[in-house]
């Protein structure tokens, strides 16, 4: 069983995206693209090593689909001027009005989705996934005590 969790999860994430993949398609985005929309869509401006954990892109990826972006001016990075080693990322109004005309779209494949498996079993699969998630959250607190720990002694 402890092998297949992950195919699994796998298998649900393509199902699930089969909803999405249409409309996404149709806006001329990718799903990374979508999901750094979508995170920047509810943050005005939001720092890069940020905007990388909550969109599940790794960092050298993110900059590469960051720049297409700003090129398709659809984000635009910002350095602060008292710490050149940060950068934040925002949408630009061509960026938001994207997320404005797809977000109907995918609230439609969201119903599809319950319709088909009903808002119950919804809200189970999302309230297990968050207390799954939440395990790596307790593991990542501890490491970090456990290093800090270990650079005091």
Known sequence: MHESLTIALLQARETAMGF????????????????????????????FHELACKTCILRPSL???????????????????????????SLTQRGLSVYDEARAEVEQG?????????????????????EFIALTEGTEKENALEETAQASH
Request: charged content about 30%; aromatic content about 8%; some cysteine.
């Open 20 to 47: 999405f993949r249409p409309i996404l398609k149709r806006h001329n985005l990718t799903e990374q693209q979508w999901r750094i929309i979508r995170v920047l869509a509810d943050n005005r401006s939001i720092d």
């Open 110 to 130: 969201y119903c599809a989705i319950e319709s088909a498996f009903s808002t119950e079993k919804m809200n189970q699969l999302l309230t297990l996934l968050d």
């Open 63 to 89: 900059t590469g689909i960051l720049t297409r972006m700003e090129r398709d001016e659809l984000i635009f990075r910002l350095k602060p001027v008292n710490d050149q080693r940060k950068l934040f990322v």
